[in-house]
């Protein structure tokens, strides 16, 4: 398809519209603006208007996550473009597929420090799949076809491409499809037949084996094959941060979620495994505590679509190249022929271990003994009360863990949050991303006081363009997480954590109000505002805001303060260390 002489700004619409690209989560200035002309006239995409670059990056992952499709932002030269830095990060460590677009000062300009000029390609060098400083008007389709095609094949992840005000300005002759020129970029998604019979091999032999689950069993949309597999065999199903809903948490095999937060069941089922068929995980450092002392007796079956993971924190015994559907699919017939031939192993005596330990240390908590309304209890009704097919995204800190305890994921897609780079400030521009994805699902931000303040204004996009999600702030006055590694690392010295969100009585002197009050905040934006301070009204509270579907809708539920996050397992500490309670550590007893 080729037409006459247009701008490298139409040429860039052009190519969004081409590529199926349906909304950009963006802010206008001096080195963009020639997009937005005839971004204004296109049918196609769907512009949304954000309060903050960062809002719009985190968007784009958030539409990005809850539908599978690249997410687009889209912002200036200079602060526009480093305002993009965290939510690329952030995309990177997740591997998130989004393309950002931003503009930069002209080409003549380049490197004399002008107004609003910042080497933005260089910047994220680290943390892009790939990025393009476009030098022509006429590389414009190229280079959007292939950023789109970097994010969101292989392992996915953002790319970056950067317009500098006088390509978009240049006249070009449009022409698509433009021929895609990536040597090197060959991603491997077939695994290697001989290490899939291997893994096989040794899954049916294994007397202690666990399904270690990643986030890129999601990425693959590997939810099915994973099931498959698992009630195969009867191994027990681990599963991360980032691969909640990826296996049912209802389902009998599934011991729950590991990692320094982790089930109990989760984190030692670990420790004590024969085998561990790693399926699209990094073995990262919240998940193994002390490296060398994770597993220490596990044969290692490492299947990634990176090559570069497989060995890069743990030996794998038996590496596996691959999509990780594309393993499961081959694996799951090995296994079968490998029964057929009569090799299985009985996981009897495994299982009995197993159920003992999850029915010693199960997830809980206790009430607060000043009366306090318990933010676990606010967060195990919310996800009972909206349902399994509700999706949250989750700010970071305390509760975004008991966010990932207590509500149970049913379904993949569901589970939104910043893993890798624990990025405050998420839930709300995630939230909005993923209801413009999913329009007819419902759409919780769990959020924290701290948090929400990071990006709440992000909730007045919501009010303006008809995105009604909804927050929840978990709403203890403090930074939580912070406060509680205070708590047990540094003898209760509450250093600069407190925020002022909690209103107090006078006794004496003066009350202290709330800075800021969340539900007049709420208002203010142009959302619903409520409030919840009692066990006894949070039902009530929760559908109310259900009941509300023209508007956003904030809650505040005020929360005691000295709530923990349990189990914990230290930073640095070995897994073997994890206390289900402050000064309980398990006591394993049976096992070897």
């Known amino acids: 398809m080729t037409e006459s002489s247009i701008t490298g700004a139409q040429a860039l619409v052009r190519s969004l519209e081409e590529v199926g690209a349906d909304v950009v ?6 080195a963009i603006l020639p997009a937005y002309d005839p971004l204004y006239d ?14 719009a990056g985190h968007a784009a992952e958030g539409y990005a996550q809850a539908s599978g499709r690249v ?54 060098l680290p943390i892009t799949k790939h990025n393009f400083l476009v030098q022509r008007a006429q590389d414009i389709p190229q280079a959007i076809a292939e950023a789109f095609h970097l994010a969101g094949t292989g392992r996915p992840g953002p790319v970056l491409v950067d317009l500098p005000k006088d390509v978009l300005q240049e006249r070009m002759t449009f022409s698509w499809p433009p021929k895609l020129d990536l ?40 939810s099915a094959e994973l099931r498959r597999l698992a009630e195969l065999t009867g191994i027990p199903v681990v599963t991360t941060l980032m691969a909640r809903g990826a296996f049912p948490d209802s389902h009998q095999q599934h011991l729950g979620m590991p990692g ?61 190249v691959g999509d990780v559907r594309e393993v499961l699919r081959e694996l799951i017939p090995a296994v079968e022929a490998e029964y057929a031939a009569g090799n299985r192993a009985d996981l009897t005596g495994w299982w009995r271990q197993l159920d003992q330990w999850r029915e010693t240390y199960p997830l809980g908590y206790t009430e607060p003994p000043d009366g306090a309304l318990a933010p676990q209890y606010v967060i195990e009704r919310l ?35 910043s893993g890798g780079l624990g990025t405050m400030g998420y839930a709300v521009p995630a939230a909005m991303g993923a209801k413009v994805a999913c ?19 992000e909730l007045a996009t919501c009010a303006v363009e008809g995105i009604p999600i909804k927050v929840a702030v978990i709403n203890n006055g403090n930074l939580g997480m912070v406060r509680q590694w205070q708590t ?76 923990m996050v349990w189990p914990m397992v230290a930073a640095g500490a070995s897994n073997d260390e994890i206390q289900a309670a402050r000064d309980i550590r398990p006591e394993f007893e049976g096992d070897d």
């Open 25 to 30: 989560f963006g802010i206008p200035g001096g």
């Open 42 to 55: 296109s049918t196609k995409v769907r512009h949304i208007l954000v309060r903050h670059e960062q809002g």
């Open 71 to 124: 997410g687009v932002c889209m912002a200036t030269s200079g602060p526009g473009a480093t305002n993009l830095v965290t939510p690329i990060a952030d995309a990177f460590l997740d591997s998130v597929p989004i393309v950002a677009i931003t503009g930069q000062v002209p080409r003549p300009a380049i490197g004399t420090d002008a107004f609003q000029e910042a080497d933005i390609s260089g910047i994220t």
């Open 183 to 222: 040597p090197g970029y060959r991603p491997v998604t077939r695994p290697h037949g001989k290490q899939v019979r291997e893994a096989a091999r040794l899954l049916s032999s294994a007397r202690r084996p666990v399904l270690y689950v990643g986030g890129g069993v999601l990425k693959a949309r590997a």
């Open 260 to 320: 320094m937060h982790g089930s109990v069941s989760a984190v030692t089922a670990l420790q004590k495994a024969d085998l561990l068929i790693a399926l699209g995980t990094r073995f990262d450092d919240r998940v193994t505590g002390k490296l060398d002392t994770f597993a220490p007796n596990a044969t290692v079956i490492h299947a990634d679509i990176d090559p570069a993971e497989i060995g890069k924190n743990r030996l794998a015994d038996v590496p596996i």
């Open 383 to 417: 996800g009972k009360i909206a349902g399994p097919e509700t999706i949250f995204a989750a700010g970071v800190g305390q509760h975004q863990m008991w966010a990932a305890q207590f509500i149970s994921y049913e379904n993949p897609y569901t589970w939104l949050n």
């Open 439 to 457: 329009p007819d699902k419902l759409v919780w931000a769990i959020d924290g006081d701290g948090c929400f303040q990071m990006t709440n204004q």
């Open 488 to 563: 047990l690392f540094y003898d209760e010295r509450y250093s600069q954590t407190e925020l002022g969100t909690h209103a107090t009585p006078a006794s004496g002197g003066t009350a202290k109000r709330r800075i800021p009050d969340f539900v007049q905040l709420a208002e203010a934006l142009g959302c619903a505002g409520l409030r919840c301070e009692t066990k006894d009204d949070v039902d009530e509270t929760i559908n109310k805001a259900m009941a509300i579907n023209d508007m956003p809708v904030v809650v505040d539920f005020t929360v005691g303060k000295d709530a």
